[in-house]
């Protein structure tokens, strides 16, 4: 029967032998059969009962313990996510300090990942990350800052970072880490530390070309935030050829600005329609152009070019940030206009 595949009429078979034959040659070699059998179809609970109620020598706990553990991880291995995180979930509420817990606890973890069930996941890496070292420390803490990452929890994600950082036995998980810890700091406006990770990041010859940008970036935005704005507009001037369109665009965008912030407004009319023609496809740094152009305009006196820009912008950007800046920005100007005109008439 266990050959054939039929394990229902296997164990009807093997059990016979056990209840009814307990003195005979193949009673172990049955009972080890049916363990096998029930850890083969998941269902340890019976075999515990099988046990219990035949009063069968070999019922102790850590024998039961290995049963239901074994049962969840050839559910697991065999790819079986669900039933996987479901047998691993009742062997740890039956030994949640069990011989495997360890284990069941990263599998579970894995077996949430792979179902999309995130927040679950994060939950399970983290008993394991909270747990002393162990093989499956690494991985945890890199799954783990990832999915605190896309959730945008920042503080989770940079303490993740941060342990993966402390335990990573590979150069790929390293920078993996300094990169999230760059990253993350960014998100908290910790320009400070964002900075030094970038550092960091740009002294490791291994890093890839586009972390390296995004840490140009990084560093770039730090240093024009401390006011330092000819350190960042050297560093903004590297990057207008970047790789990644979104970065050359925020870099072409960022050095009009502070030729703006400087008060040089020819160069920073130049730089911004320098972005408008170089960024198409990047709408939210070409919009941004045309708010500082019309910034520029302001401070040209120009208000009917500068109302202009900016009602052109009201009517045609899809950004509600932005459009609401235009909004603003286009009172302050009527303002001005109107104060003007009365100061003529004066």
């Known amino acids: 029967y266990q050959q054939s595949g039929n394990e229902q009429k296997a164990i009807e078979s093997y059990q016979r032998i056990v209840k009814e034959y307990p003195t005979s040659a193949e009673y172990v070699a049955s009972l080890d059969a049916l363990k096998s059998l029930y ?15 035949n009063n069968i020598q070999g019922s102790e706990e850590n024998n039961l313990d290995t049963t239901y553990y074994a049962t969840a991880e050839t559910q697991y291995a065999a790819g079986n996510w669900a039933k996987a995180k479901g047998l691993l979930n009742e062997y740890l509420q039956k030994y949640p300090n069990g011989s495997f817990a360890g284990k069941a606890h990263y599998y579970k973890a894995e077996s949430h990942y792979q ?3 995130y927040k679950e996941a994060l939950e399970e890496y983290g008993y394991v990350l909270n747990a002393p070292w162990s ?29 993966l950082r402390n335990i990573a036995m590979t150069e790929e998980n390293l920078l993996t880490a300094y ?7 960014d998100k908290l406006n910790e320009r400070s530390a964002a900075s030094a990770y970038a550092d ?30 000819d350190g960042a507009l050297a560093l903004f001037q590297l990057l207008e050829t970047a790789g990644i369109a979104a970065t050359a665009a925020e870099a072409r965008y960022n050095i009009s600005f502070i030729q703006y912030l400087k008060g040089n407004l020819k160069e920073a009319e130049a730089a911004a329609n320098n972005t408008i023609q170089l960024s198409a496809g990047e709408e939210y740094w070409v919009v941004k152009s045309f708010l500082l152009l019309a910034d520029i305009l302001v401070q040209q006196k120009d208000y009917f070019n500068a109302k202009a820009t900016l009602q052109s912008i009201i009517k045609n950007c ?4 932005l459009k609401n800046q235009a909004n603003e920005k286009l009172k302050e100007v009527k303002q001005l206009e109107n104060k003007k005109t009365k100061l003529s008439d004066k």
């Open 115 to 117: 179902l999309k069930e």
């Open 179 to 185: 990169n999230g810890l760059m990253l993350t700091n």
């Open 135 to 163: 093989n499956f420390s690494e991985n945890s803490a890199r799954r783990a800052a990832a999915i605190a990452f896309n959730m945008e929890d920042w503080q989770q994600a940079r303490k993740h970072y941060t342990e």
């Open 318 to 321: 899809k950004i509600p940030e």
């Open 39 to 53: 850890i083969q179809i998941g269902k340890p609970g019976e075999y515990a009962r099988l046990l219990k109620d």
């Open 200 to 229: 960091t990041l740009l002294s490791i010859t291994s890093t890839d070309t586009k972390i390296k940008e995004n840490a140009q970036l990084i560093k770039a935005n730090a240093l024009m935030m401390a006011a330092d704005y």
